[in-house]
C-alpha cells in the first residue's frame, strides 16, 4: 500500500482527475474507485478525503447536489467550469513530477562515483 505521505500531494489531482472520467460521484464512490484502480494501493479515508472536496468546492473548483437515495442523502461533487481547466493543468504538474521521480530514482549505468 502506498503512504499517505507520498498520497498527499497528489489527491487532489486523483480527485479531479476520476471527476473528469467518470462524471458526479459522492464521496464513498469516489475511494472505491480509487482503491479499485489502484489494485488496493491506495486506499482513500474519508479523513483525507472530505476536506480536499470541500476546499475544491470552497474555490468553485466543484459543485455539489444533492440527492436522497434509499432514505439516505448523497452528496454529490462534479466539476466546474474553472475545474475542467485545473485538472488539465494538475495532471501535467503530476506527469511533470513523476517524470522528474524517475529520473531521480532510476539507476543510471556506466557513472563513476569519484
Same mark, same amino acid.
Request: charged share 25%; aromatic share 6%; proline share 4%.
Given at each position: 500500500?502506498?503512504?499517505?505521505?507520498?498520497?498527499?500531494?497528489? =489527491? %487532489?489531482?486523483?480527485?479531479?482527475?476520476?471527476?473528469?472520467?467518470?462524471?458526479?460521484?459522492?464521496? &464513498?464512490?469516489?475511494?472505491?474507485?480509487?482503491?479499485?484502480?489502484?489494485?488496493? %494501493?491506495? %486506499?482513500?479515508? +474519508?479523513?483525507?478525503? &472530505?476536506?480536499? =472536496?470541500?476546499?475544491?468546492?470552497?474555490?468553485?473548483? =466543484? *459543485?455539489?447536489?444533492?440527492?436522497?437515495?434509499?432514505?439516505?442523502?448523497?452528496? &454529490? +461533487?462534479? =466539476?466546474?467550469?474553472?475545474?475542467?481547466?485545473? *485538472?488539465?493543468?494538475?495532471?501535467?504538474?503530476?506527469?511533470?513530477?513523476?517524470?522528474?521521480?524517475?529520473?531521480?530514482?532510476?539507476?543510471?549505468?556506466?557513472?563513476?562515483?569519484?
Amino acid at each position: 500500500m502506498i503512504s499517505s505521505d507520498l498520497l498527499k500531494g497528489s =489527491l %487532489k489531482t486523483i480527485v479531479l482527475k476520476l471527476l473528469q472520467e467518470e462524471g458526479p460521484m459522492h464521496g &464513498y464512490a469516489i475511494t472505491q474507485r480509487v482503491e479499485e484502480l489502484t489494485q488496493g %494501493k491506495i %486506499k482513500l479515508t +474519508y479523513g483525507a478525503l &472530505y476536506p480536499i =472536496l470541500h476546499k475544491l468546492e470552497n474555490e468553485n473548483i =466543484l *459543485v455539489t447536489t444533492t440527492e436522497i437515495r434509499s432514505n439516505r442523502t448523497r452528496i &454529490y +461533487y462534479a =466539476l466546474t467550469p474553472k475545474g475542467d481547466s485545473v *485538472v488539465v493543468e494538475k495532471i501535467r504538474e503530476l506527469n511533470e513530477f513523476i517524470e522528474s521521480m524517475q529520473q531521480i530514482v532510476t539507476p543510471k549505468t556506466g557513472l563513476s562515483h569519484a
